[in-house]
């Protein structure tokens, strides 16, 4: 029977289906039947992760290449590069009723191919892949098609509109009770970036929709596990840069360009960073109260926030010039500047303020700039409306852990990550008004310049993933109990010696948890902090890679290996232990193996042996799995 569970290989990190026939045993696939034996997978992507498709007949003058329904529109570079303007009109949005511009509408895809490759192609395939390799991995470990389904949304939309508009959270409601009738058992939520944004709405939204009585047994019923995969739970600085400057995503267009594309979409504030200290009343309870549903909900911080600096980020997230001067003359030309300097007017000179994270959230910074920028108009209406004003829940305040079963917190750290920046007027008119004159980094713990001179701040133990910086995604720490478990161990395959336990370790709430365990410069290690103990019926974990970006964390053999595991793990009827061994790591596919020049044979050959195919053009490839991993597989029960 348990040499059935490793030959058939039909579990997947993510979507695990019911074994299919053993070799002459009925008997093998009763161990699989049952509810957590048939769950589905629901994925949830990041911000500009899902195509858009043209859902109109637009004449592109100039150009051989028009827009006609369902041509692609993100993203088809092809059409970026030769109707800059044409492609512009299909996806900007109005800037205060999201509403699609009058020649050309988008709407997101369909399907897993909406999320595989934004740009298919045989060069830029390869770069816009974003969800391929999940799917290469379905179909190698034998997962049954129906058992995958992403939810692919418009992103550039604010939460609320994504429901008025396109009624994405009741269709994503309907998804997981047709997922649990289809399979018959509760799904696996994977949400990426900003995709665990929409997912928080969702369970918000879902209070208002199901009586208060049934809300956690619907949960239960339908949701085994949600894995949050570099999640920005308190924003994300690069946001900001986006905002004021432009981010091109690596398209060839211009940063005024790309400012006016990313401001024109109403989800532009949704990953602003805001403070940990200060939220709206209860949403919630008003639903059931006299009160309207727009009802403005009341925002307000506790004394903490004016007790510590920086809104407990590491830094002030923006520092800028203000003008001297207003209207027409805000920005002034190098002759008046040198003129002003030669008069010593010390009025000509611009004033420099910094601003935290709660007052870029609470629109105190976009009030302070809105005499010397046009576009914070639309910024104050958008934060207004879509943000503190959102009838379900203020999406820039911290969210305590969701009511579900398993959850399971997971993100890269340790590299390079912006957290502050210095704006100064360029002397350019909108959209490229504002330049940055200099970037503050965390790197492994400390604050540098873009200069490489050394901040003083607030560093967290450690440095975001490139993306988001570290105080956001460490915030679900603080989902975690009391009394943690730590382990530490290399990513890579390993034999369990330089594997780092600490048991019971002591956890304050709003503490960060820094283990005392050593590490090795050559060594890429992942570190597991694990609670099933503090809440009944509930495990948390958090999950730390080394070096792990943000963008491509969803590509890391690494992380799927190690969801594969724990959902092998906890399907299994004869497993242990509350959460998977970690102590050793072998490998599992053929991948995994590789050629040993020291000792001239494979390595891992209790494990791999050399067997050559043809077509191998070098000795890795000729090293595969051999026929059977039973004990290997076992040890992680």
Not at 330 to 356: D, H, K, R
């Amino acid at each position: 029977m348990r040499e059935h569970h490793v030959t058939k290989l039909a579990v997947f990190f993510l979507l695990l289906t019911a074994a299919n026939g053993g070799e002459g045993n009925e008997d093998k696939d009763a161990d699989f039947i049952g509810e957590d034996a048939k769950l589905s997978g629901i994925i949830i992507p990041g911000f500009a992760s899902t195509q858009l498709r043209a859902w109109s007949i637009l004449d592109c003058p100039y150009s051989p290449l028009d827009f006609n329904p369902l041509d692609l529109v993100w993203l088809d570079t092809t059409k970026l590069l030769s109707a800059m303007n044409c492609w512009l009109k299909c996806v900007l949005l109005d800037p205060y009723n999201q509403t699609d511009h009058p020649e050309c509408r988008s709407r997101p895809d369909s399907g897993l191919s909406a999320i595989t490759e934004l740009d298919p192609g045989y060069i830029t395939g390869p770069l816009s892949s974003v969800w391929k390799e999940w799917v290469k991995w379905c179909i190698e470990f034998g997962i049954e098609p129906n058992s995958i389904i992403a939810v692919p949304y418009d992103w550039r939309l604010s939460p609320s509109k994504l429901e008025e508009r396109d009624l994405y959270f009741h269709k994503l409601k309907l998804t997981f009770e047709t997922a649990l009738k289809l399979r018959g058992g509760p799904s696996i939520v994977f949400a990426h970036s900003m995709g665990n944004n929409v997912f928080r709405y969702f369970l918000e939204w879902l209070k208002l929709e199901i009586a208060p009585k049934m809300y956690i047994k619907w949960l239960d019923e339908h949701i085994h596990a949600y894995f949050a995969v570099g999640a920005p739970l308190l924003g994300a600085t690069e946001t900001v840069k986006a905002t004021l400057s432009g981010f091109t995503f690596g398209l060839p267009v211009s940063e005024g360009t790309a400012r006016l594309m990313f401001n024109s979409f109403g989800s532009s504030l949704w990953m602003m960073p805001f403070s940990e200290h200060c939220r709206t009343d209860n949403v919630y309870w008003k639903h059931f109260s006299d009160a309207s549903r727009k009802h403005h909900h009341a925002y307000h911080c506790d004394e903490h926030e004016f007790q510590t600096n920086y809104s407990g980020w590491p830094t002030n997230i923006i520092n800028i010039e203000i003008p001297s001067v207003r209207g027409d003359e805000a920005y002034p030309s190098f002759i008046e500047v040198a003129q002003a300097n030669m008069s010593g007017m010390e009025c000509g000179f611009p004033t420099q303020l910094s601003f935290s994270a709660r007052e870029v959230s609470d629109g105190t910074f976009f009030k302070s700039i809105t005499d010397y920028d046009p576009d914070t108009q639309r910024l104050l209406y958008q934060l207004e409306e879509s943000y503190h004003g959102d009838p379900v829940v203020n999406p820039l305040t911290p969210w305590d852990r969701p009511p579900l079963k398993n959850i399971f917190c997971i993100y890269g750290l340790d590299s390079k990550t912006e957290v502050g920046y210095y704006f100064a007027p360029s002397g350019k008119p909108y959209p490229d008004n504002w330049i940055i004159t200099d970037i503050i980094y965390e790197i492994e713990g400390s604050l540098y310049s873009r200069s490489g001179n050394l901040v003083e701040g607030n560093p967290g133990a450690a440095s975001g993933d490139g993306t988001v910086p570290y105080h956001s995604l460490s915030w679900c720490k603080n989902w975690l109990g009391s009394k943690v478990n730590i382990t530490r161990a290399p990513q890579s395959e390993h034999d369990g010696s330089d594997v780092q336990v600490h048991l019971n370790v002591e956890h304050e709430h709003e503490m960060d948890i820094i283990p005392n365990m050593t590490r090795s410069a050559r060594v890429k290690y992942i570190t597991y902090y694990e609670d099933s103990e503090s809440l009944p019926g509930k495990r948390t974990a958090v999950w730390e890679l080394d070096k792990a970006n943000h963008r491509n964390i969803v590509r890391s053999p690494v992380l799927m290996r190690e969801l594969w595991l724990e959902m092998w793990h906890d399907i299994h009827p004869d497993k242990k232990y509350k959460f998977v061994t970690k102590g050793k790591r072998g490998p599992l596919r053929d991948e995994d193996c590789y050629w040993d020049y020291g000792k001239a044979r494979c390595a891992w050959p209790e494990h791999c042996e050399y067997r050559y195919v043809f077509g191998d053009v070098h000795l890795g490839q000729s090293c595969r799995l051999k026929n059977s991993s039973a004990d290997l597989l076992l040890h992680y029960v």
